[in-house]
């Protein structure tokens, strides 16, 4: 029996991306999450996988709209049509998949729930629950239907599992149990980065946000195909999405003129380059002369001639200091300064004067938490922005 | 730390260069001015001693162009605190790139330890200086508006633009974000996402808009069944009142006829179509009447017309004897047609035939035949033409062979006599062509005498061993040109050189003279003298103070004058000064220029003399004498190639003259071979002449004997015709004797037949009439009898006398034929007659018949009927109208009952009970028309409410939307995150510099006034700090009291104020982490002396804490530093 797994497809949410103010990029990627899903539907198709599996999130809670509900059916149908039924369980962002409140989703699509936790397909039980608040604090697996025996048992779960930074906690599972409660196979969803764990028979697949919307989820734009046969379950991860994530790290520090900088510029780039995908790349740069205006400037100056190549975000930092050496005496003071309790006031001050003027979805960006943060990057930004005035 | 000596080994143009910084003698300053040139390679050795201290930058080198970037290293002899003297290496390795003397990696922390951390860029900021930082810096640091911190802190660092930089980050965070700002980043960007936030919230599906979507849909369609129900229940109630309005009027309909039908016959109703039946009976029983009475009177008439045409008896016995008449022909033709004229015929055949046998007897006498039978002699036409065909192939056959007995002796006649067979002459021609193609020998001579006359005039201006150049090989054209062009250049450039030299040492001399003039000039006195005859007044009146006499006190009154006039002088002398100054430049700048031009002059002479040499061996090489112009090697050169090539066409030009004669003699050898066998004979004369003129005669004999061939051909074929002629002629005469065997003819030759032809041909057509005419007079004779023979037996059957049968038969005939037709006539009559009284009797009985059926059907339709007394049409209209209205209240019925059908009982009553009511209907279908428009309003917002529902799943993503809030928001994250840096940098700075102008106002602010003051003096008298609410202000104090604030000094002020913080900043460093060295790049070539003295002074206090390091091109600064300081070395950049 072949499998496709997926979770976290968040339909409706935007990429999160300066990268597309690039008017051609941002017209190609208006549609991503759905063009990915499609793509998806069109790989289990092609792939003529016995079940297509969805382990929760497949909306989003912040982009509520039953138009998408109705591009999911359309899509599932189509599946459905092509001979591939669709197993789905609803995640922490998936209200509008409510049956009472929305109505069934078709043939062959078969949403698990508490009222109907099992469904069998072929010689396989598919188990999952699906449960309707967004925060859930206590695993699910207790809950879970035992094995069937004589089947292939596979359940789809939502969870953090043991907890992932920068993943709300959500029906938190010991890894340790949920490979202990006699399934074949786990398709796991929530968290966006793709992981695969093995415990002898046993497998758990986690299999990623296929479009990823930010930086923070470059790890994504993955599905994970599943053959279970007579021995252990096998896996193998596909690469899916329309617009992928890299890190670039550049010290320009010992660049002399220009011309090298851009040279570094271009050859650093090019390695972000995937061949028939787009790329947002987040620039780090070390450099005492050029500021992150400066650097932008000339990245994307360099990246009109690499295709596919965009600018998600550019950072220059200064050359860290060397222990022991003679500090300059602005940033010292500085420094000094910034532990005086006058001066912290009146910088708390400025940032909330800021706070509150930002929309309310970005407002905590300026967090009073985050003062020494900003405290650290001013003196940067004061020292480099000196240099490269007069390096200009 | 300290530079000793500095080793450019591998670096720019130096290879093993050296340039060494003596240790000063004790007490004295550390002072090093490194002369040279300008390009002599100051910048490179700099660059070299920071890529030594801090290592070599990446990517492509400025300096790697005599040596590889690999292969660069520098290295330095360096004195280290608490490390003692050092030597270093340095090479571009990326790692371990310090080495020791030995080339053994050296830690890099000794370095940056002794650096005190610096990086490269710190270091060059804080301890190197230019002219150009110099100026900038001064303009900079006037955007600090005198603030101490930030002028201290740029004097520190070396770092001019703090001011700027506050100002572009805070301009950074103003443009993002600012109070009550209309057009920022931030506001702009936020009324964007609210305007995004609508339209999407407008746009989005959520769940309780698609409830609200769906309650709409479901009420309005509850709503549209509401009012299709009501609706339907008032078409109901109109329908009912229709129905019962009908019923109404119905039965007061049937209430009428009732009463009318009561005055009518009683009866069942008539058939349907009664009256037209009733109305057609008695049309028809008229018809058959009138029918009747007019059939019978025809009949009478009818009878007497066969009472007038009765039978004739004799007409039938008539008819046969006409009809066998009418049977007989004569040669095929009825004889009835030809009787009336064959009597008046016969006679005039008769003459014809006996004039026919006279012409017939005249022919036979022309034939000499008198008593023959005609018809022996007669022949048929086909065997006249055979006779004729066959004389004149008789006479076509002899004429044919006598004129091919003609031809042939004439062909023999003009055949003449026979010419010789020609010769095979190919292989002859060849062998001639060969000879012919290698016969030409003059032209050989001509282009060998060419060649020679040639040679010998193209080196009649070379010596005599011009051969001997050529085979030494000549120089390539393009290193004469080359030669020449740089010697042409070169001379130019000299001439210039010399002509731009002697124009500097004029401008020189003058500037040298103009300097004369202005230091002659009283007022042209400078500070400097008014010191010295200020100090020298002091002195003298020391002198004067204590030895108190009159030499003293004139000496005295002498150095007081001296020092009023130079302090007046000083004073009234500002543009002496000026004019001192330019001129003082203006020898300055001469001179450079003069030694400029002299170097370039000295140069282009060096460049002469190296050239010499390869002009001298290029004129031997052209067999010239040395020293001559390089303008005559190319004419030299190119006679001497064309000496050559002369000399190299002659020689080829032998060559072909002898390859000739050998090929000329080989041709003629084969020639003679050729044609002896063929009968030439070079005895016989010119062997070649002989061979061209017989193959020139070669073809006219070929064709010659071709066509005594072709005669002979002819002659045999013509002897041949004449034959075939002569046997044709016989055969022709056989076939005619065959034809003539029968003929009594007395001359049966061909020529005798000729003559015979047009008398036969006569006979045989008189012949062929005559038997014709013969047959027809026959005929015509036999006809005439049997006319004679029918006459007789009509004339017995029409019962005539027989005396009359010697009349004419015709008129008889005729007679027979008239009775007979009319006989006939009137048996047609009678016929035709008894034919119509028959139909006429037939047509009577049928019409009394029907009229008689008539009359029965018109009794059965009214059977059963009242009205009896009346006429039949009558009868039946009123039966009809009588139906009529029993049919109109039948309908009424049902009209009444179908009215009530599919209608409400209980709405039909009331609607009924309300009858007769005029303004019923109009109050219905008003009341319909209110209900049907609620009903299609309510339809309406149903299918539109429908319609959203729709819709709303089908409408178009806004994608675009969410996506364009999505960059909006990271962009905000964004700018608020640098914003926010950007405002808590400047605070933290503007904080920060306070605390430096706090912390170093002690003693660095003494540093820069007492710098400051050195340079300044006695323009200014000192700088001061004013608090104010902003900040700390650095201010200048005036000889007369008055302070100015730094913004407003002048730009060469500020400049000197610049320096005085950059060289009270090195000494605070030299205090505290310890001094490193300092290097200054000319700073002082745009100064005055007054100032450079200045300068250099203040390069001896730096010299005094540390390394003071001065490159400078300028000689008279040198000149000025040993003036100035003292001990201060000297070195020369290397070569």
């Known amino acids: ?392 | 730390m300290r530079l000793n000596r500095l080793d450019l080994i591998r670096y720019g143009r130096f290879k093993d260069a050296h340039i060494a910084f003596p240790m000063p003698a004790e007490g004295m300053p550390d002072v090093t001015i490194l002369f040279g040139r300008n390009e002599a390679g100051k910048s490179t050795a700099f660059n070299g001693f920071l890529e030594l201290l801090f290592g070599f930058k990446g990517g492509a080198h400025p300096y790697a162009f005599r040596f590889d970037r690999s292969d660069l290293v520098v290295g330095a002899e360096l004195d280290l605190p608490e490390r003692g003297t050092m030597v270093f290496r340095r090479n571009s390795k990326r790692t371990q790139s310090l080495l020791d003397a030995n080339d053994r990696p050296i830690n890099e922390a000794i370095l940056s330890g002794a650096l005190h951390g610096l990086t490269r860029d710190s270091y060059e900021e804080r301890f190197s200086l230019n002219e150009k930082g110099l100026r900038e810096g001064g303009e900079r640091i006037a955007g600090a508006q005198g603030d101490l911190g930030q002028l201290l802190h740029a004097g520190l660092s070396g770092l001019t633009g703090m001011a700027q930089t506050l100002d572009s980050l805070a301009e950074r965070a103003d443009r993002f974000y600012k109070k009550r700002g209309r057009g920022t980043v931030l506001k702009t960007g936020s009324d964007r996402l609210k305007e995004i936030g609508r339209e999407l919230r407008a746009d989005r599906l959520t769940t309780e808009r698609e409830r609200k979507l769906r309650h709409d849909r479901d009420r309005t369609l509850a709503d549209f069944e509401t009012a299709g129900a009501e609706l339907r229940q008032a078409y109901q109630r109109q329908a009912a009142s229709k129905a019962a309005e009908i019923w109404y009027d119905r039965t007061e309909e049937m209430g009428q006829l009732t009463e009318a039908l009561a005055n009518f016959p009683h009866g069942p109703n008539l058939a349907p179509d009664a009256a037209e039946r009733v109305a057609g009976l008695v049309e028809k029983i008229a018809a058959q009447s009138i029918r009747i009475t007019e059939a019978e009177e025809e009949i009478v008439k009818l009878d007497q017309i066969i009472e007038d045409h009765p039978i004739d008896n004799l007409a039938q016995p008539l008819t046969t004897e006409l009809d066998r008449l009418d049977q007989l022909t004569i040669a095929g033709a009825p004889l009835m047609g030809r009787a009336s004229t064959a009597r008046a015929d016969l006679d005039r055949r008769r003459e014809d035939r006996d004039k026919l046998r006279q012409q017939i007897d005249k022919a036979l006498v022309l034939l000499d035949v008198p008593d023959a039978p005609v018809s022996t002699v007669a022949l048929e036409a086909n065997d006249l033409e055979d006779l004729a065909t066959a004389v004149q192939e008789c006479l076509t056959a002899s004429l044919s062979a006598d004129a091919a007995k003609e031809a042939a002796e004439v062909a023999l006649a003009q055949h003449g006599k026979a010419p010789s067979e020609p010769q095979d002459l190919a292989a002859l021609r060849v062998t001639f062509d060969n000879w012919k193609a290698v016969a030409d020998m003059p032209s050989f001579e001509v282009t060998h005498g060419q060649a020679l006359a040639r040679l010998t005039k193209v080196t009649a201006g070379l010596p005599q061993y011009w051969t001997d150049l050529v085979a030494a090989g000549l120089p390539a054209q393009e290193t004469l040109d080359e030669v020449s062009r740089d010697w042409a250049t070169l001379t130019a450039d000299l001439a210039s050189a010399r002509k731009d030299l002697e124009a500097r040492a004029v401008e020189l001399v003058e500037a040298q003279a103009d300097l004369t003039t202005q230091e002659a000039a009283p007022d042209a006195v400078d500070i400097v003298k008014t010191e010295e005859t200020r100090r020298q007044r002091e002195i003298v009146w020391q002198q004067h103070r204590g030895d108190l006499t009159a030499e003293t006190a004139e000496q005295f009154e002498a150095a007081m004058y001296a020092d009023d006039s130079a302090r007046a002088h000083y004073l009234t002398g500002a543009e002496a000064r000026q004019r001192l100054l330019a001129a003082q430049g203006k020898v300055r700048s001469t001179e450079v220029r003069h030694q400029t031009a002299k170097t370039r002059h000295d140069d282009l002479i060096a460049q002469h003399d190296r050239l010499s040499e390869p002009c001298s061996r290029l004129a031997l090489a052209l067999g010239l004498k040395e020293g001559t112009p390089t303008s005559a090697f190319n004419a030299r050169q190119q006679a001497l190639t064309s000496a050559a090539e002369a000399a190299a066409d002659l020689s080829n030009a032998e060559k072909a003259l002898k390859d000739r004669l050998v090929q000329q003699k080989g041709a003629r050898d084969a020639l003679t071979a050729a044609a002896r066998p063929l009968g030439y004979d070079p005895a016989q004369g010119d062997l070649p002449t002989q061979i061209q003129r017989a193959l020139t005669l070669e073809d006219n004999d070929r064709n010659a004997w071709a066509k005594w061939q072709d005669g002979e051909k002819t002659i045999a074929e013509l002897d041949n015709k004449v034959e075939q002629a002569r046997d044709d002629f016989e055969t022709a005469l056989k076939k005619l004797e065959l034809l003539t065997a029968t003929l009594p003819l007395p001359d049966c030759s061909h020529e005798g037949i000729r003559a015979a032809l047009p008398h036969l041909r006569s006979l045989q057509q008189l012949y062929e009439e005559y038997k014709k005419l013969s047959v027809r007079i026959g005929a015509l004779e036999q006809a005439l009898a049997v006319l004679a023979d029918s006459a007789e037996r009509l004339t017995r059957v029409l019962g005539e006398p027989e005396n009359e049968a010697g009349a004419d038969p015709i008129h008889i005939i005729d007679r027979a034929r008239s009775r007979q037709t009319l006989a006939t006539r009137a048996d047609e009559k009678r016929a035709e007659a008894i034919l119509q009284r028959d139909r006429l009797d037939r047509s009577r009985r049928r019409a009394e018949t029907e009229r008689q059926d008539a009359n029965a059907d018109l009794e059965a339709s009214f059977e059963g009927q009242g009205g009896q007394n009346l006429m039949p049409r009558d009868r039946v209209e009123k039966l009809v109208e009588r139906d009529r209205l029993r049919t109109e209240k039948a309908t009424a019925e049902r009209d009444r009952q179908k009215a009530c059908e599919g209608i409400d009982a209980d709405l039909f009553a009331e609607e009924l009970d309300r009858m007769p009511d005029a303004t019923r209907a109009t109050e219905l279908e008003q009341a319909l028309q209110d209900v049907q428009l609620t009903r299609d309003s309510a339809r309406d917002a149903q299918r539109e409410a429908d319609r959203l529902y729709r819709e709303a799943f089908q409408a178009a993503d806004r994608s675009d939307l969410a996506t364009e809030q999505a960059i909006l928001l990271e962009e905000l994250r964004s700018g608020a995150r640098q914003a926010a840096v950007a405002r808590l940098g400047v605070l933290a700075a503007r904080g920060a510099l306070r605390r430096l102008a706090a912390e170093r106002r002690g003693s660095m602010l003494r540093d820069v006034e007492q710098a400051f003051l050195t340079m300044t003096t006695p323009a200014w008298t000192g700088v001061d700090v004013w608090t104010q609410t902003e900040g700390e202000r650095l201010v200048g104090i005036q000889p007369d009291g008055n302070t100015v604030p730094v913004e407003e000094m002048s730009t060469g002020t500020m400049g000197q104020l610049y320096f005085a913080l950059r060289l009270a900043g090195n000494r605070s460093f030299a205090r505290e982490p310890g001094p490193l060295p300092m290097v200054l790049d000319d700073i002082m070539e745009t100064f005055d002396d007054v100032r450079a003295r200045a300068a250099l002074q203040l390069c001896a206090e730096i010299g005094a804490t540390g390394q003071a390091i001065l490159f400078t091109h300028h000689a008279h600064l040198v000149e000025l530093a040993k003036d100035c300081i003292e001990g201060v070395a000297i070195v020369n950049m290397p070569d």
């Open chain 1, 1 to 392: 029996m072949r499998l496709l797994v997926s979770a976290d497809i968040h339909l409706g949410s935007p990429i999160r991306s300066v990268a597309l103010r690039n008017p051609e990029l941002g017209d190609r990627l208006k549609q991503a999450g759905r063009d990915t899903f499609v793509e998806i539907v069109d790989l289990a198709i092609a792939e003529q996988v016995d079940v297509f599996l969805l382990a929760g999130d497949i909306f989003d809670n912040g982009y509520p709209d039953l138009k998408s509900r109705a591009f999911l059916i359309t899509q599932l149908a189509r599946a459905s049509e092509a001979g591939v039924p669709t197993v789905l369980i609803r995640g922490n962002h998936d209200a509008l998949l409510d049956h009472n409140a929305h109505g069934d989703l078709g043939a062959n699509i078969h949403l698990l729930d508490k009222g109907a936790p099992t469904v069998d397909i072929g010689d396989a039980a598919f188990h999952g629950l699906s449960f309707d608040t967004a925060h859930v604090s206590k695993s699910f697996l207790p809950d879970y239907p035992g094995p069937v025996p004589g089947k292939r048992n596979i359940g789809l779960m939502h969870t953090s599992l043991d907890g992932a930074p920068g993943h709300d906690p959500y029906a938190p599972c010991a890894e340790g149990d949920l490979m202990a409660h006699g399934f074949d196979l786990w398709c796991l969803g929530h968290i966006h980065a793709p992981f695969e764990r093995v415990d002898g028979p046993v497998l758990a697949v986690m299999p990623g946000i296929p479009q990823p919307r930010h930086f923070g989820e470059r790890q994504g734009g993955t599905v994970t195909l599943v053959s279970l046969g007579d021995g252990a379950p096998e896996f193998e991860r596909r690469a899916v999405g329309r617009l992928g994530f890299s890190e670039c790290s550049l010290d320009l520090s010992a660049c002399s003129d220009q011309q090298e900088v851009l040279r570094n510029l271009r050859d650093g780039l090019l390695t972000a380059q995937v061949p028939g995908r787009d790329v947002a790349v987040r620039l780090h740069v070390t450099s005492d002369r050029h500021g992150t205006e400066f650097v932008t400037e000339l990245a994307s100056e360099v990246l009109d001639s690499i295709d596919g190549v965009f600018l998600d975000k550019v950072k220059s930092v200064p050359t860290p200091h060397q222990p022991g050496a003679e500090t300059d005496d602005l940033v010292r003071l500085m420094r000094e300064e910034l532990v005086e309790e006058g001066f912290r006031q009146a910088a708390l001050q400025q940032l909330e004067e800021l706070r509150f003027s930002m929309p309310s979805e970005i407002a905590d960006e300026l967090h009073e938490d985050s003062l020494d943060a900003f405290l650290e990057e001013a003196i940067a930004e004061v020292s480099l922005a000196l240099h490269a005035r007069t390096s200009q």
